[in-house]
């Protein structure tokens, strides 16, 4: 198997509703990770970019959160629209897409 030169996780995590932190699968996280898939069938990318569905990565409130390393770049509320400028330019072009980035302050 080759090794990927990037790997995307996407947050499908799943909480019951109500819950305080709420979660990215109540916000479509699952067809976020779908439509990654569904990309990278296509055209046929599976054996330079890894794509997996993870549990929560942190800022809950920011989700459908995607991290992509090696960069290790955190994309916030991305929707199922954002998924091919997000494989078309960084996944591919190395230009991280400034306007789906988890804002700066968030860390701090
Ligand atoms: S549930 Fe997705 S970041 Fe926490």
Partial sequence: MPRPQKHVFVCTQMRPPGHPRGCCAAHNGGAVFDEFLWHLQQRNLFNEIQVTATGCLGPCNQGPTVLVYPEGVMYARVNKEDV?????????KNQPVTALKMPSDFWE
């Fill in 84 to 92: 091919a400028k997000i494989i078309d330019e960084h996944l591919l």
